[in-house]
Every structure is written in structure tokens, then in C-alpha cells.
């Protein structure tokens, strides 16, 4: 499936609703964090014309990674990812601009992009290849660093979800093992 970046822009800003496994809407989703945590969770738009899936996953390599892809039938486009990695960690951006790149991302070609960053469908390049810093866009959620130097990603996932638009009510907590 291939988006203009206003076009998955537009997808992700549009009201979601998640659903359960047996595809019926949920009322309230439930998420208790614990190290390596990982889901899948099935979103509808409100007008019930697209479904998405959004993938939380956290391992040793990423701190985080939230992702929101639109399933089409039997395809998945990635729409928008935010991955929390460490400062030292980074990203190419692509050094050719084509027109289809969006003015805010213009800025960063051939720029590498380091620590936590939202990565971003643009039309004529690989899925999600485009980034940039969430410091620089004004994001919710920085960092998911705690002031006492821990790793909590509960603040990150509201934020994701608040972020593409996610109206079913969620509680997260992390689970203290």
C-alpha cells in the first residue's frame, strides 16, 4: 500500500478504537509491563473503514519500540514508529530528497539521528526509513528514563496512544516482579 506522508498522516490522527481477539470492541484494554514485554493490539477506525495494528515491543536492543501499521486485506503499511533507544544509538536518514518529502523532514536528509526518534512513511522510499528527533517535534514523551535513571515505558505508551488517536480508555502499569 503506498501513502503520501499526509495521507498516513491522516490515518494516524484518525480516531481508533481498540479490539478484542474475537474482534469485538473492547471497553477498557488492560497492560501490565514487565521487562521484554511485547503485544499486538488490533485497532478500528471509529467508522469502522480501516483497521490498524499496533505493536509495543521492548527488548534489550531497543528500550522501546511502539509501532502503528494499517492492515489492508492481507498487507501491513507502516505508518508512524517511535523508537526510544539510547543516546549513542542512530539512525540514517536518506540523503536524497524527493518531492514527496514532507518539509519537516527535509531538514534531516542525509542527517544521522541519535537517541529517541519517530520515524515516518514518506511515498517513494522504504517503509519508515524517514526520522527525526522527538526533542524536535514537540512529542509527548522524550524520554522513557525515569529521574532516577530506571526505564519506565508506561508514560511512552500513553503517549503513543494518544498520539495516533486510540479513544478506547487504557490502564498500563509495570508489574514488579
Not at 125 to 144: F, H, K, N
Amino acid at each position: 500500500m503506498d501513502l503520501t506522508f499526509k495521507q498516513a498522516m491522516d490515518l494516524i490522527v484518525t480516531p481508533k478504537l481498540i479490539l478484542e481477539s474475537d474482534g469485538k470492541l473492547c471497553a477498557q484494554k488492560e497492560l501490565d509491563i514487565q521487562a521484554g514485554f511485547s503485544d499486538n493490539i488490533t485497532l478500528r477506525s471509529e467508522d469502522e473503514e480501516f483497521l490498524f495494528k499496533w505493536t509495543i515491543r521492548q527488548s534489550s536492543r531497543e528500550l522501546c519500540k511502539l509501532s502503528l501499521n494499517i492492515i489492508d486485506k492481507d498487507t501491513s503499511a507502516g505508518l508512524f514508529r517511535i523508537d526510544y533507544v539510547a543516546e549513542t544509538a542512530r539512525h540514517p536518514n536518506p540523503c536524497i530528497v524527493s518531492d514527496d518529502v514532507p518539509e519537516e523532514l527535509k531538514g534531516y536528509a542525509g542527517k544521522e539521528i541519535y537517541g529517541p526518534h519517530a520515524h515516518f512513511n514518506v511515498l517513494g522510499y522504504q517503509p519508515l526509513v524517514w526520522a527525526r528527533p522527538l526533542a524536535d517535534m514537540g512529542y509527548e514523551t522524550v524520554s522513557i528514563v525515569n529521574e532516577n535513571g530506571l526505564v519506565d515505558i508506561v508514560p511512552a505508551i500513553y503517549s503513543f496512544a494518544r498520539f495516533i488517536n486510540v479513544k478506547t480508555p487504557l490502564e498500563v502499569q509495570m508489574c514488579i516482579i
